[in-house]
Every structure is written in structure tokens, then in C-alpha cells.
């Protein structure tokens, strides 16, 4: 009886092949996005823990130089002699590769070598001549020593023996030191001590975590975005062969197969095509992730610096939970209609116009739902605070949206239908507004998309123009040189403005300021920082005061996280306090930076000597001739503006690759939604067109009218997604950016691009209404006549 | 203590593997064993050269500056203090700079009758982070020191998270040379080191605890004591007396467990005056009356300890039977008081009860 009955109810998927597919097509492809983005996301957090533990960087207090980068090892001695309980590192980049050096005997726990760790061969790591790397840094380290490949060391590192790595870099002093947790009973102050050194507590280092996780979140937004599109095909799809199956579940029933049975065995069903939609989406999920990281290793390097491996593993993490909720997703979209079938009189007719059945009360709790959803998002934008309420409200405001959608289009359909005049434009009004339920999720799909990508696009080009800005304002000279060492670095000065060339040099050290790392910059006030320069917020003549040195610019950054605006106050070290002339914008960076006048910044810095220059030249051609020939500043020292703004852009176009990536993948989902809604409908509505056939309409004449309708829809979903994609971009970039960077972008609109995506839209819903149009084009006339002979 | 936790778990393998004799034990010697190429090993008849010998000897694989004391505030309360330094080489020989094979560790306890404090400390040779030097004498791991002219007068002082001290030693009685002359055999096999002691300081100073400082004077013990290959692959671990009593005698033995169930032992009988007798395996016995629960493990904590040749049978109870080292390497060892034939007081310490 079972096995009769399951053999029943599968043989519909033999007799809709395309339903099955759109099942199978629609779970997969949600499940694919999701667990792709998962993937993405557990591979760079897997990378960013690893970093963590090799690093030791935000876990524990360090001790680290008032200037310059370098610890005198006696200064370490003298700590340890005195009773400080610290751990030196030393750092320093070799083939590309962050060599890190430690000494594993005075290490914190937790300050981790990976399998070293676990393995305990600390004689062998002592042993002189060996260094520590996963497989894919191992192959780039050319060193001449041994690398022992482990696994669990993060991207872009390697570790070894503090004495081998010195040996190494060419190095005898230290980069910074760790302290131990838990320190004896009395220590004399750093001061005493080690006057060279300062403290810096383990929460003011600048948390790479923080910012990589508004990355992160943003990618899973995108996932469940994508989810969700793909959730709207598998909910339709089963609601429809639920629908065209009322006629063989009332069949079974009446040969006595009790109704808890066939619930339990549709139930089955479902699961079973549900696991095999969701195993088919992790596979594909895999290659998206495949494809998609080697991106976002880029991207998260050139925004945070932040290292991910590229290569992916098959995490459980990330595929149970595409299987888990691709296979709830499925359940939840196949209850209600389970709930129908169990609540269903066991004579009712099979009612092969359900379609068309949405009633008045459903269309009212949608928009009940639609608009608390609406009123949620305008709450959380007046009271929402942090990340999650950002992403909360994107959430409310998205969701809510799709909801209205139908509610929004019925009037106007309404409105065409009373204008039209004749009959057969009447009947098209008619035709359209009574299909509109059947679409209804389909075209929410195509809505989202369409936001979506008008969202990130404003987003992404907004980011774009005031980046170029921003790059036009900071690289304004022409050349930028890197002297080898303190005696070129003051030839070039004296003898590029000897030949009246305008020479800016780069001062700049890391302190500590209002509790915050902090770049300080000495700058040449001068034209080029008069002209180039847009602050978002001055006093009158900031520059002059800045110059006379007194006065202070900082980035918006350090503005933001220190709550510090024009007028206030700032101290830059004990005897050097003075208030804020400028705020200037400065995206895309984590850092702090502050900016003081030159002859100020040597008066207070007498040790810092300046080793980069930027020049102002008409001919950068010669002026680089000049340096490599005649002062022997090596080629490779030397960067002109162009090179250095390309670099930059690319950067910054790669940054947001995945997210175009996601976009079209988005796009194409929802136009697979639209393509399978139709591709249904067209069955259910030859006996809905044989009577206009049976007047005089021909079967090509249908068929127009059908592309005509996609085409409809589609530019009223268009017009209604502009309003809600520019909805988005501002929740992007006025809330979320703000709370996952600390700097507001300010947002441009782009017409001719929202008119390039409506086309696309437009294009999606004709390639997919072409087909079922085609189909219907070609519907045999006697298929058309057997409506009128079947009794239906 | 808690700085035990604070340590990579690969330095406690690390010392595991060098930390003779606790690690060799735990470890089943792995790793250790009878292997010593490379490293010079203790000879009979020894020839000391001091002060020079109170130095380190790093072409021997282990070497430790081990300092126990028994000591009593005005108000007769008792108090155990511990200081060691130890030197485990990952090679012979000296190198300057992080290429050192050298490693040092130290250990600091005070015991009280109710509480037991103690720490722990790591450093690489090579660098002056820690070290010996035999004249003027200063032995030292980061800020813990002792100190002084000669090994007569010393100053000593070392603190943890939550307890430190500071004491001053004057000895006033010559050096003892353990077994036959300073040559320490440890196994029926031959294994040996090379072992002496001064047991004859006076010690005052200050102790640093949660509860306050305190001023205490009593007796301390200094063992010297290098080797590269001491322990038979037989042995499990050792338990380990220094005796001081009130007649002014005092007694060293040890008794080195064995996987068959039987025993190696030793010790040396030390007059007031300094003047010594050794006693072979079999002279000395000591024997578990009462086992107490600690650190999650049963440890003997009274004893039975006879030497039958000067007329001792008496019983040797810690004063506080917590006095377990929860350090990288986890060890007992306290402060005991002796009664029966002969009484007074000393220092146990029991390594390899798991």
C-alpha cells in the first residue's frame, strides 16, 4: 500500500519533468549562495583565527618603542632582570613573507604556533636553522633554511626561533614585547626601566576583527538574500504540484489510504527531494566558494590587510548548515500546503483555478505584515544602534518591500484595465491582474534582485567616485621617492630644491593619542595640501594655523572613535596640546591619523628623519632621470602618481568583485524564478485562453500579448524597485558603513547605470517569458479545442 | 602557581623531556635514558675546585642550586621556604645569544601551616636573563637572586603573583660531600652524579604573603648537584629526606622507586661538626604510614624512616600535606617535622605519583 501510494505520488514528477527541475534547480541554487558565502566566511574567520594565535596581536598587553620600531634586546633584558614578566617578538618581511620570531620558553598561552603546539617538539623548533610556514608560504620562502610545513599557521606567515629569525631579518634588536597575563607581586614602573618603551594595552590595538566582520555580515546578507529568492522558487513549485495533485490525493484517499499516511509519505517526499536539491547546492556552493575566494582573499588584504588563504576547505561548518536549511526551508515551504491537504473535505472538488484563489483575507494579513515590517525598519533607523540593527533594519525594509509589491501593483493594473478601451485590451488587463498571484513570489524574487543590484551599485560607484577623490587629494605630486637611508634621503632634499623643485617629505610616527593608535603625520603646508585637499568639516584658514603650528587636522576615523570634532582639544604628547582646525575624509582606512605642521612636528620629533618624499613636478620624467642617475636612488624607490592610483584603484575594483559577483548570480535566480512561474502558469492557462483562441484571437497574437505582460510586470517591478534599491544604498552607506567603519560615504546617484539595470530586468523577463510565449505560440489547436470537450 | 598556567604546553614538554628527575620518571625516560652522547658524565673520586664548582658545568646535560628551609615566626609558627635553579642543556658547551643550548628554570614556594604559594620561571642562556657565577657567587633568573661574597653569606629573594621573599643566609658549618666523596650513585647500574650539600645556614628575612609580611629565622639546606645521565630506565620516582635534628646531627636519603616494586636507596649521615659517614642500598628505609588525597592523586605524606646503624626510627609527617607544586612539571615538597627516636625538622620531596 505504501509503496502503491509513493509510487502515485512521484509518478507527477515523471509526468512534469520541469517542475521537478524547478524543485530540484530552485533548492539548489539557495542552497548553493548560502553555503558558498558560508564557506567564504568560515575559510577567512578559520584564516583570521589562525592570525590571531600566531600574532598574539589584541589578546595580550604589549610593550612597544615611543618611536621608531625597534626594541634594544638589553631594554628586554633589563625588563625581565627587573621582574617584568614579558615575551620579545621580532618582525620583519623576507620573500614577501611576515616573518615572525618569538621565544617559545617566555611566551604567553594562547600566543600559538600552531601544531608546534600541539606536537610539543620544542627541541626540534629550538634546533638552530628552522622555520615554521603553511604549505602555500613555504613554497614562497627562498631563505636557504629548513621550512617545516604546518598547516595551522596563519596565510602569509612564518614563525621560527626568535634567534633564527633575527639571524634572518639581519637583526639584533626586537620589534615589540608581549606581556605575560599575570605579572609578580611588585615590578618597578616601564619608566624606570625601559624610558624608551611604552605600554599599549591588548583593546587599543585597532581590531581586525571588528572590521572584518561588517565584511562578513555583509556577505551573509547577501547569502540570505540569496536564500531567500531561491526559498520563493522551491515555495512555489511545491505549492503548485500540491495544487495539481488534489485531484490523485482525493483519489487515494477514496481507495482508503488514511490521511496521516499520506501526510507522513508527502512528507517523505518532500524531504527526500529536499536533501537531494540541498546535497546538489553544496556541491555547487563549493565551486562558487572555489571560485569566489581567491577575490576575497584580495579583498579583505587590500581593505583590513588582512591574510585568508585562498585555497578552501570542506568545512562542516559551512555545508551541515546549507543542508540544515535548505532542507528546513523545503519543510516550512511544503506545510502550508500539507495543512491544506490535511484540512481538505475528503469529496471536494480538485479546483484547478486555485491559482487564481488568493482571497481578500490573505491579501489583507500581507499587507498588515507588509507594513509592520515597513514601521519596524522606520523605528530602527530613528532608534536602531550597532551593526545588527543596521542589518536588522536592511532586513525589515527588504522583506517588507516584496510584501507591499503585490498590494502596489493591483491598483495599478486595476487603474490600466478601466482605461483601456477595447476588448481585447480590456481582457489583457484582466488576464494580467487575475495571473498576478501566480507570479506574485516570482516577481518579489525579480524585485529584490533588482534593489538588490541598484543598492550595491550606487553603493559601489558612490565608493568609487569619492575614493578617486580621495586618491586625486592624497597622491597630488607627481613622484614619490624612498631614499635608502638618512644621507641620500638629505641629498635629494637639498638638491631637488636646488633645482626649484617642490619636495614634500613624509613625516610620520606611531603614538598614542586620547587612548587610540595613532599615525601622526609632520606635513610641508604648501599649495598642494591647500588645493588638493577637501575637509568635510573646518574652521577658516585651517592650513595657516596647522602651518603656524597651532593647530591639529584629523581624519574622520580618529574623529569618530575618539568623539573628537573641529574645536576640540587634542594632546599629542604631555606638553603639546592643541585644538582641531580640519576633519578630513579618509576612507577605506582602519588607522587613526592626525596631522601637524612640519616645523612643529621636528621641534617636538627631533629623532625622526624623513626618508619618502613627494615632489611637485611638470616633467616627472626627468626629475626620476635626475634621482636614478645622478643621486643613485635605486628605480624601484621611485613611484609616479599614476602608477600608484592605478594600484590603488585596482585594489579597490577587486575589493568589490564578489559583490558584483553576487549580484548577477542574485539577478539570474530571480529570472529563473520568473522563467518557472511562467512555464507553470502556461499550462494552467490553455483552458483559461481557449475561449479568447475560440474568438477569434490567433495563437501568435497570444503569444505577443504573453511577452507583452512579462514586459509589464517587469518595468512595474522596475519602477518600484528604484525607490527601494536607493532605500537600500542609504541604509548601506549611512548606517551600516558608519557602524562597521567609522566614516559615512556620501551617496551620488548614477540614472544612466538604474537605467541600464532596469533594461537588464527587462531583458530577464522577456528571455524568460520568451519560452512559455513560444509554447504557447505552438499549442496544438485540438489542445485548445479538448478544453471545450473535456468536463472540467 | 598560577604561572604554570600560563605556560605554552610545549614548553611543558619541553621540560618534560629535560627535567631530570621528575620528567624522566613521569616520562617512563623517555628520551632520556641511557643516552648521554655529547655530555660529560660524573666520574668516582671526584676533585672539586672551588669556588669554581658552585659555577655551572654546561658541558653536563642537568645541574640544579637547590635550597630548602625550615623557619619559624615569633609566634612559633612554622614556615617551609623552596629556591632552585635549574640547568637543563640542549647541547654541551655555551653559546653567547639566542643560540645558547642553555636552559634555565627556577622554582619558588613558601609553605605555611594552612596555605602553600608557589611559582615559576624560564629563560634562555646566552643572554644574562638568567645564570651562575662562582666569585663573588650570584645565581640568578630574572629579578630572583643568590647572592653573595662566597656561598657562606648569601642573600636570597624571589616572589610570585601572590607571595615573594626576601632572607638573608650565614652557614656556619663546612661542606658535605654526598655518597663517596661528591660521587652520587643513583642505580644498581651505575647511573651517578656528582652531589654536594651545605645544610648548616642560619636564614632570617621577611615572607610576603596575601595575608602579610612576616619575620622569620630557622635553618636552611643547599644542595648542589650535576649530571648528564643519572636515572636507570627502571626507576619510576623518588622520594627524597633532609633531616635536620634537634641534636644537631643530620640526615640525607633518598630512595629511588623501582618498576619491580623494589627499591634503590642511599643517604649519608652528617654529625654537627660536619663530619660524614655514607650508607650503601639498604642502610636506610623509609616506609608510607598515611597516604593523603592531593592535587587529585594519593601521596604519602607521613612516613616511617629508620637508619638502624645510628638508632633512627622515626616518623616524618608534612606540616602541611598540601604542599603539592602544580608547576609544569607537578612535584610534592614541604616542610616535615620528625618525632620518635630522634626529633626535629626537614624537607621531603616525592616526584612520579601520578
Redesign the interface.
Known amino acids: 500500500m505504501t509503496r502503491a501510494c509513493l509510487a502515485a505520488l512521484l509518478s507527477h514528477w515523471r509526468c512534469n519533468p520541469l517542475q521537478l527541475f524547478a524543485f530540484l534547480a530552485g533548492l539548489a541554487l539557495a542552497t548553493a549562495l548560502w553555503s558558498g558565502v558560508q564557506a567564504i566566511n568560515a575559510e577567512a574567520r578559520a584564516s583570521y583565527d589562525a592570525a590571531a594565535a600566531t600574532l598574539g596581536e589584541g589578546q595580550f598587553d604589549q610593550i612597544v618603542p615611543q618611536a621608531g620600531e625597534s626594541i634594544a634586546?638589553q631594554d628586554f633584558?633589563a625588563l625581565?632582570?627587573?621582574?617584568w614578566?614579558v615575551s620579545p617578538v621580532v618582525e620583519g618581511r623576507l620573500d614577501g613573507v611576515r616573518l615572525l620570531g618569538f621565544?617559545?620558553?617566555?611566551?604567553?598561552?594562547?600566543?600559538?604556533?600552531g601544531q608546534?603546539?600541539?606536537t610539543?617538539?620544542?627541541?626540534t623548533?629550538?634546533?638552530?636553522g628552522k622555520l615554521y610556514a603553511n604549505a602555500d608560504t613555504g613554497v614562497r620562502l627562498q631563505v636557504g633554511v629548513e621550512t617545516v610545513i604546518d598547516p595551522a599557521i596563519a596565510p602569509g606567515i612564518a614563525v621560527g626561533?626568535?634567534?633564527v629569525v633575527?639571524q634572518l631579518l639581519g637583526r639584533d634588536d626586537l620589534s615589540r614585547l608581549l606581556v605575560?597575563?599575570?605579572?609578580?607581586?611588585?615590578r618597578p614602573d616601564l619608566g624606570d626601566v625601559a624610558p624608551a618603551l611604552r605600554l599599549q594595552r591588548a583593546s587599543q590595538t585597532a581590531d581586525m576583527g571588528e572590521l572584518t566582520d561588517s565584511f562578513h555580515l555583509n556577505l551573509t546578507a547577501f547569502g540570505l538574500l540569496s536564500f531567500a529568492v531561491g526559498l520563493f522558487i522551491v515555495y512555489s513549485t511545491i505549492g503548485l504540484a500540491f495544487e495539481q495533485r488534489r485531484g490523485v490525493v482525493r483519489t487515494l484517499r477514496a481507495l482508503g489510504v488514511s490521511l496521516p499516511r499520506l501526510i507522513a509519505l508527502m512528507l517523505i517526499e518532500v524531504l527526500l527531494l529536499a536533501v537531494v536539491g540541498a546535497g546538489l547546492g553544496v556541491l555547487l556552493g563549493y565551486l562558487v566558494a572555489a571560485v569566489l575566494l581567491p577575490d576575497v582573499a584580495v579583498t579583505l588584504r587590500g581593505l583590513y590587510g588582512a591574510e585568508v588563504a585562498g585555497a578552501l576547505q570542506f568545512r562542516a561548518s559551512w555545508w551541515a548548515s546549507g543542508l540544515a536549511i535548505a532542507v528546513l526551508g523545503a519543510v516550512a515551504a511544503a506545510s502550508v500546503r500539507l495543512w491544506q491537504i490535511a484540512h481538505m473535505p475528503l469529496l471536494s472538488s480538485a479546483r484547478p483555478r486555485a491559482w487564481a484563489m488568493t482571497s481578500g483575507r490573505a491579501q489583507g494579513i500581507q499587507a498588515v505584515v507588509a507594513f509592520a515590517l515597513l514601521t519596524c525598519a522606520a523605528g530602527l533607523v530613528w532608534a536602531g544602534q550597532g551593526l545588527v540593527a543596521g542589518f536588522a533594519l536592511l532586513g525589515c525594509f527588504l522583506i517588507g518591500a516584496a510584501l507591499a509589491l503585490p498590494i502596489v501593483v493591483r491598483p495599478i493594473l486595476r487603474t490600466a484595465e478601466n482605461a483601456a478601451r477595447t476588448p481585447v485590451s480590456r481582457w489583457f488587463w484582466a488576464d494580467t491582474r487575475q495571473q498576478l498571484p501566480g507570479l506574485s513570489l516570482a516577481l518579489m524574487a525579480l524585485l529584490l534582485a533588482i534593489s538588490a543590484n541598484i543598492g550595491v551599485a550606487t553603493m559601489v560607484s558612490s565608493f568609487r567616485l569619492t575614493f578617486v577623490a580621495f586618491l586625486d587629494q592624497r597622491l597630488a605630486s607627481e613622484l614619490y621617492v624612498e631614499a635608502a637611508d638618512t644621507a641620500q634621503a638629505t641629498m635629494i632634499e637639498a638638491d631637488m630644491a636646488r633645482r626649484g623643485i617642490t619636495v614634500l617629505p613624509l613625516l610620520a610616527i606611531e603614538t598614542q593619542i586620547v587612548d587610540q593608535p595613532v599615525r601622526l603625520f609632520g606635513v610641508r603646508v604648501g599649495a598642494t595640501y591647500r588645493e588638493n585637499w577637501v575637509f568635510l568639516d573646518s574652521v577658516p584658514a585651517a592650513w595657516d594655523q596647522v602651518d603656524a603650528g597651532a593647530a591639529a587636522i584629523v581624519n574622520e576615523q580618529l574623529a569618530r572613535r575618539a568623539s573628537l570634532w573641529i574645536g576640540d582639544m587634542v594632546d599629542i604628547a604631555p606638553d603639546y596640546s592643541v585644538p582641531i582646525a580640519a576633519i578630513v575624509a579618509d576612507y577605506g582606512n582602519p588607522q587613526g591619523q592626525l596631522i601637524v605642521g612640519e616645523a612643529r612636528f621636528r621641534d617636538q620629533y627631533p629623532e625622526v628623519t624623513p626618508r619618502q618624499f613627494g615632489m611637485r613636478t611638470d616633467d616627472p620624467r626627468q626629475v626620476r632621470a635626475i634621482l636614478t642617475h645622478e643621486m643613485g636612488v635605486a628605480d624601484g624607490a621611485i613611484t609616479d602618481q599614476s602608477a600608484l592610483k592605478a594600484f590603488s584603484l585596482q585594489v579597490f575594483d577587486r575589493t568589490f568583485t564578489v559583490t558584483a559577483a553576487l549580484n548577477v548570480l542574485t539577478l539570474a535566480v530571480a529570472g529563473f524564478a520568473i522563467l518557472m512561474s511562467l512555464l507553470t502558469l502556461a499550462d494552467l492557462r490553455v483552458p483559461q485562453l481557449a475561449p479568447v483562441w475560440a474568438l477569434g484571437l490567433t495563437r501568435r497574437r497570444i503569444g505577443q500579448l504573453e511577452l507583452i505582460r512579462a514586459v509589464v510586470f517587469a518595468a512595474v517591478v522596475c519602477a518600484f524597485a528604484l525607490p527601494v534599491g536607493l532605500g537600500l544604498t542609504w541604509v548601506l552607506l549611512a548606517i551600516i558603513n558608519v557602524e562597521a567603519f567609522g566614516w559615512r560615504l556620501p551617496m551620488f546617484l548614477f540614472p544612466a547605470d538604474y537605467a541600464r539595470l532596469g533594461l537588464y530586468a527587462l531583458l530577464a523577463a522577456i528571455a524568460a517569458a520568451a519560452w512559455p510565449a513560444l509554447r504557447l505560440m505552438r499549442t496544438p489547436p485540438n489542445a485548445l479545442l479538448k478544453v471545450f470537450a473535456h468536463e472540467r | 602557581m598560577?604561572?604554570s598556567?600560563?605556560?605554552?604546553?610545549?614548553?611543558?614538554?619541553?621540560i618534560l623531556?629535560m627535567f631530570w628527575p621528575l620528567a624522566a620518571l613521569a616520562q617512563g625516560f623517555a628520551g632520556l635514558g641511557s643516552d648521554a652522547e655529547g655530555f660529560a658524565m660524573p666520574q668516582p673520586d671526584p676533585q672539586f675546585d672551588f669556588p669554581v664548582d658552585h659555577g655551572p658545568h654546561p658541558d653536563y646535560r642537568i645541574e640544579w642550586w637547590y635550597l630548602t628551609a625550615n623557619m619559624q615566626a615569633a609566634d612559633g609558627t612554622p614556615y617551609g621556604l623552596q629556591w632552585t635553579l635549574f640547568r637543563s642543556a640542549?647541547a654541551p658547551g655555551e653559546v653567547d645569544?639566542?643560540?645558547s643550548p642553555q636552559?634555565w628554570f627556577a622554582h619558588a614556594a613558601v609553605t605555611t601551616p594552612d596555605g602553600h604559594f608557589a611559582?615559576e620561571r624560564?629563560?634562555?642562556g646566552g643572554?644574562?636573563?638568567a645564570g651562575v657565577q662562582a666569585d663573588p657567587f650570584r645565581a640568578?633568573i630574572?629579578?630572583w637572586v643568590m647572592e653573595g661574597p662566597d656561598l657562606d653569606t648569601l642573600k636570597l629573594s624571589a616572589?610570585?603573583?601572590?607571595?615573594?621573599y626576601n632572607m638573608t643566609m650565614h652557614a656556619d658549618g663546612p661542606l658535605v660531600f654526598q655518597g663517596q666523596g661528591g660521587y652520587s650513585v643513583k642505580s644498581a647500574d651505575g647511573q651517578a652524579s656528582y652531589y654536594y650539600s651545605q645544610p648548616f645556614y642560619r636564614i632570617t628575612g621577611t615572607l610576603?604573603l596575601p595575608t602579610g609580611s612576616v619575620q622569620v629565622t630557622g635553618n636552611a639546606w643547599l644542595d648542589r648537584e650535576w649530571s648528564s645521565q643519572p636515572l636507570s630506565e627502571t626507576q619510576l620516582g623518588w622520594d627524597w629526606f633532609s633531616l635536620s635534628f634537634d641534636s644537631g646531627d643530620k640526615l640525607m636519603g633518598f630512595q629511588l622507586r623501582q618498576r619491580d616494586g623494589t627499591l634503590y636507596n642511599a643517604s649519608t649521615w652528617i654529625e654537627a661538626d660536619g663530619g660524614t659517614t655514607a650508607y650503601p642500598d639498604g642502610a636506610f628505609t623509609a616506609e608510607p604510614i598515611v597516604r593523603s588525597a592531593v592535587a587529585g592523586r594519593e601521596v604519602p605524606t607521613t612516613w616511617r624512616v629508620q637508619l638502624p646503624d645510628r638508632g633512627v626510627d622515626a616518623v616524618v609527617a608534612a606540616m602541611n600535606t598540601n604542599a603539592w607544586m602544580p608547576l609544569t612539571i607537578p612535584y610534592w615538597e614541604g616542610p616535615v617535622t620528625i618525632t620518635g627516636s630522634h626529633s626535629g625538622v626537614g624537607y621531603l620531596e616525592m616526584t612520579g605519583y601520578e
Open positions: 634586546q633584558v625581565r632582570r627587573a621582574g614578566l621565544d617559545p620558553l617566555s611566551s604567553p598561552a594562547g600566543f600559538g604556533i608546534v603546539v600541539q610539543g617538539d620544542l627541541g623548533f629550538l634546533t638552530p626561533d626568535i634567534g633575527q605575560q597575563p599575570v605579572q609578580p607581586m611588585a | 598560577r604561572c598556567k600560563c605556560l605554552p604546553m610545549n614548553v611543558k614538554v619541553l623531556l640542549l645569544g639566542w643560540a636552559i611559582t624560564f629563560a634562555r643572554l644574562e636573563l640568578w630574572d629579578e616572589q610570585g603573583p601572590d607571595f615573594g610576603m
